[in-house]
């Protein structure tokens, strides 16, 4: 298959379902919906979503099915972008390559927004169709997990008490596999439970999403030392500046990097249980590896 052209199909696919779910620009209050908006297009992969689709199709399923709750997962993502840019936060101007929400639209709104995406999002889901009820509650219950203090936010608020310190390796892991992999872990498991997978896909899933979110984070770490603010869309170099945990920071480039090949090849491991259908999760493992961006 290839990659490039398989992201470029759902990413349009995903962007159109997007556009048609969240409120219109000029629907009142206008500067929310505007705020909304101009974060969630500013551009991005949509590799989240993508994986929830991937998965669903890797089981068996119609990825059509899993579309809805795919568009879910980009909205939390983006409102962890938007209160992630935040001055109280890591206090980024750029994301993308575009002014970050705060400095267009103040923080106020920019706090605003976020929360407008994530609500919108567990709205999304609740009403998403062709799903089972008792499937969709397990899938909200999976989303609010991974969103929450046990996740996403759990990840973000170690993060940013271990600034500046010592942290053991046993920290870092945590910090990495809360603060992206949870949410890239259960936007996979989501796609497997709209397929229908069976325990043993489920596992393997399961599996290959924790890793593969742990890689997305090592390689992010990566490129904030040796990529140009041009190609990421957004400042380099802050790790070190705000004296974050990071693999680079505690392991070094050489090991970060073994690290990170070493991980990818247990994810593509995990997905030995599946034939052709999951070779997309295949190459999105080894895109996410490589990427220079």
Request: glycine share 8%; charged share 25%; net charge positive.
């Amino acid at each position: 298959m290839h990659l490039e052209t398989y992201l470029s199909q759902k990413k349009k696919t995903v962007d159109a379902r997007l556009d048609q779910l969240l409120p219109k620009r000029n629907r009142y209050p206008q500067k929310i919906h505007e705020a909304m908006r101009y974060s969630l297009f500013i551009g991005g992969k949509r590799i989240r979503p993508v994986l929830t689709i991937a998965s669903c199709e890797a089981v068996g399923g119609r990825g059509g099915a899993a579309l809805d709750i795919a568009c879910a997962f980009e909205l939390i993502h983006t409102y962890s972008l938007i209160h992630d840019d935040l001055p109280c936060m890591d206090n980024d101007d750029f994301r993308r390559g575009k002014p970050t929400s705060h400095k267009v639209f103040g923080q106020a709104v920019a706090v605003l927004a976020g929360d407008a995406l994530l609500t919108h999002a567990f709205g999304i889901c609740a009403e998403a169709k062709n799903i089972p009820e008792k499937t969709k509650n397990k899938l909200i219950a999976l989303i609010a997990r991974a969103s929450g203090s046990e996740g996403l936010i759990g990840g973000q608020v170690v993060d940013l008490d271990s600034e500046e310190k010592d942290v053991p390796p046993k920290t870092l892991e945590y910090i990495h596999t809360h603060k992206t992999a949870c949410l890239i872990r259960a936007a996979i498991e989501a796609g497997a439970l709209i397929g229908g997978a069976a325990a043993r896909e489920f596992r393997a899933l399961s599996a290959y999403g924790t890793l593969v979110g742990l890689t997305f984070q090592i390689a992010d770490d990566i490129l904030d030392i040796v990529s140009t603010r041009e190609k990421l869309g957004k400042g380099i170099g802050k790790d070190i500046a705000q004296g974050k945990a990071t693999y680079p920071s505690i392991d070094g480039m050489e090991k970060s990097r073994l690290i990170l090949r070493r991980k990818t090849e247990e994810a593509l491991h995990a997905l030995s249980v599946f034939g052709k259908k999951a070779e997309p999760l295949r190459e999105i493992a080894r895109f996410i590896a490589q990427r220079d961006r």
